[in-house]
């Protein structure tokens, strides 16, 4: 998930809510005074920015489908790295037995710090390649604009007017690693929050087969798509509400690649900020069992988080994806 930093941090956390309509309104301004490169290098700053210094995690829900796949996983963030647990397969919760290998999976983190040094390596390293693609964008790509939209409750912030540009490739670019080689087959649209200067979407095709390696590392086919979508799940902290993954290709030469995913973010609440790992894994348990119990009609869903009683609400709070 996407976290943030220090001086944007603080003017956003003012929120919208109390900042007067006139500031609002030259927040807008501005963006339209700023050329479309510029806008999306002012964006991703604040992307950068507020990824270094958040200090905020969040317990929130996750629900996957791939071509062979239907699942929902709970999903916090810790100190550590980032604890999942399964709580439904295809439609329905998990069988004593599959939640007590979910519990176990879990326990093999907390009971073999090397096991949880490797994920949390493993992590960081997903990030870091994350932000570089994210560093690229101004660069990468020559951007014009293409309208305007309003923001959602999953898409920036609601009410918010969002910037839609087009992107095509950039036939001066360079790209510097293997990472950023992709960008060089891309194009497509990404919105901007125009008050917040937030990146609210990202969606883009390739629009030829980029190789790796001269080709020899393998290949990303010619059609590919992916999507990102971030909201303000509360109190200007943005995170990953959808991400869709189609890709296909081939790497090694021999072996095919083939990824097909739908990622749905959703429920986010905030958890403390030096949770450890061994404590996000009780709170993943203790949070299971009272959906279970809720579901069975054992209880009211109603549910009491951090000291503070909560309503159930009629539906998921769609509000936020790693992450």
């Not at 001086?7 to 700023?34: E, K």
């Not at 973010?265 to 299971?288: R, Y």
Request: glycine residues 8%; aromatic residues 6%; hydrophobic residues 35%.
């Amino acid at each position: 998930m996407v976290h943030w930093f220090q001086s944007v941090a603080v003017m956003l956390a003012l929120g919208a809510s109390t900042l007067p309509t006139r500031l609002l309104a030259a927040a807008q301004d501005n963006a339209a005074q700023l050329s479309p490169v510029e806008l999306v290098r002012e964006a991703v700053n604040n992307e950068v920015a507020s990824n270094g210094s958040s200090g905020r995690h969040f317990m929130f829900k996750d629900a996957r489908k791939t071509a062979h796949l239907n699942q929902v996983k709970l999903v916090v963030e810790t100190q550590d790295a980032t604890a999942g647990m399964l709580i439904a397969n295809d439609g329905r919760p998990l069988s004593p037995e599959e939640r007590k290998q979910e519990e176990a999976r879990l326990a093999n983190y907390v009971q073999n710090p090397q096991e949880l040094s490797k994920k949390r390596k493993q992590e960081k390293e997903d990030a870091d390649h994350t932000m570089r693609i994210l560093k690229a964008l101004p660069d990468a790509f020559l951007y014009e604009p293409d309208g305007k939209e309003q923001g959602t409750a999953v898409v920036g912030h609601p009410g918010d007017e969002l910037v839609r540009l087009k992107f095509r490739p950039n036939p001066n670019y360079d790209p510097p690693t293997r990472t950023e080689q992709v960008l060089t087959g891309m194009q497509g649209h990404v919105l901007i929050d125009a008050t917040e200067k937030r990146l609210a979407e990202i969606n883009a095709t390739l629009v030829k087969e980029v190789g790796f390696g001269w080709g020899i590392l393998g290949h990303l086919d010619r059609g590919g798509r992916f999507l990102v979508e971030q909201a303000d799940v509360g109190e200007r902290n943005w995170e990953i509400t959808r991400m869709e993954l189609s890709l296909t290709g081939k790497i090694l030469l021999f072996k095919k690649l083939s990824i097909q995913s739908s990622d749905t973010f959703s429920d986010f609440h905030p958890v403390p900020s030096d949770l450890t790992f061994a404590q996000g894994v009780e709170l993943l348990k203790k949070e299971a069992s009272q959906a279970d119990a809720a579901a069975s009609g054992k209880v009211k869903p109603g549910r009491k988080r951090h000291g503070s009683e909560e309503k159930a609400e009629a539906e998921p709070k769609q509000v936020c994806c790693d992450r």
